[in-house]
């Protein structure tokens, strides 16, 4: 996530709240298809678990940093 001039703090606050909100909500489903439809293996959900993990570490350290 790039921090644009025409943001206000407020509003990169905002952006950043959805932006976990997104994440958690991707660890939810992924939790749904493992443990309660058991539609994955653990192999693809530890896989997938933590490419989004990783991928929000990604996005937010960045965002924190500019």
């Known amino acids: ?6 943001y206000s703090a407020a509003q990169m606050d905002q952006l ?5 909100w997104v994440f958690h909500s991707e660890r ?10 058991k539609v994955i293996s653990t192999r693809l959900f530890n896989s997938l678990y933590r490419e989004v993990d990783t ?3 990604m996005v937010l350290d960045y965002s924190f940093r500019q």
């Open 1 to 6: 996530m790039i921090r644009h001039a025409e």
């Open 16 to 20: 950043t709240t959805a932006y976990q």
């Open 28 to 37: 939810n489903y992924l939790i749904d298809l493992y443990f309660n439809q």
């Open 55 to 57: 991928a929000e570490m």
